[in-house]
């Protein structure tokens, strides 16, 4: 294990509503205590978007905070965002060469919602003997199923992209997978080398349940795919109320009816980002009920 646990925290913005949202999460993170493990910060500014002295400014009273200006012209979806990872991977490479720490792609519609959140995830990164080249939420093959049809492939294994990435990521991967959409690029790379691991406290969240999600133990970051951005992350960043603490228990039976809901949504759904969350959402529960032993379970942390 590590002597030295240090992980960089990386705020990837393209606009200024991006650094609004990241505004309010530095006040969420400087209520919380401060974490065990050494963390920096490491603000992305895109090509087309000048530095925010205000973002600095939150951050450098967290931790040691450090603008980057991205280098790479390189504009559009996505080849844009995927261009600005590895500037941002790039640099980390170089700047921490003898750090096995692990760099988090923080993007704007991700919260953490636990005070000990960071330690938590540094705990699973050195949980086993070598530490993973990606670790982040995983998300299994996800058909769409139509009556009287084959069930058609909408998406492919990966480890969403907002994960946490070794300190030497940019120099693990080879340069076939900076083709394409970054996390569904790389993943493959990382599995055939056996270092990606999958974990439950990255956990995707939708408006109808982010509450819930909150309140669940095991997920400390969440993230709003496919959300309206704004009101997710002021959804996470709202401390439960007592009345909330007092119906927790109720939460599983309340998973339950929206798993049942969302078996008969989808077959109605069929076309869209609306078709692709609902069977992926079904998708990943499946899994995760099928393969209890591909995920970490942690020791309880004190408060």
Known sequence: MSNNKKHIVILPYFCQDEVVRYLKIAERIKSFPAPDVECEFLLASSPRTETSHELVEAYS??????????????????????????????????????????????????????????????????????????????????????????????????????????????????????????????????????????????????????????????KVLLHGFMQEKDRFIDQCLTPLSNHELSRASWNPFLDRIETARRQLRVQFVRRGHRAMLENMFLAKQKFEMENPGSFYQPARRSA
């Open 61 to 218: 009273e967290i931790g040691k905070t450090i603008p980057f200006a991205c280098p790479t012209q390189i504009f559009g979806y996505p080849e844009g965002p995927g261009a600005m990872f590895w500037d941002c991977m790039e640099y980390i490479s170089a700047n921490y060469p003898d750090h096995d720490g692990f760099s988090l792609w923080l993007e704007s519609d991700m919260a953490p919602v636990k005070p000990d959140w960071l330690d938590r995830l540094s705990d699973e990164w050195y949980s086993q003997g070598e530490t993973p080249v990606m670790m982040g939420c995983f998300v299994p093959e996800v058909y769409k199923y139509r009556v009287f049809k084959k069930p058609k492939l909408i998406l492919h294994p990966h480890i969403n992209g907002g994960a946490c990435y070794a300190m030497n990521f940019a120099n693990e991967m080879p340069d076939e997978a900076r083709q394409g959409v970054f996390d569904m690029a790389v993943f493959q790379y990382a599995e055939k080398i056996g270092r990606a691991r999958f974990t439950q406290q990255i956990a995707f969240s939708t408006h109808a349940r982010v509450r819930r999600d909150i309140a669940d133990e095991t």
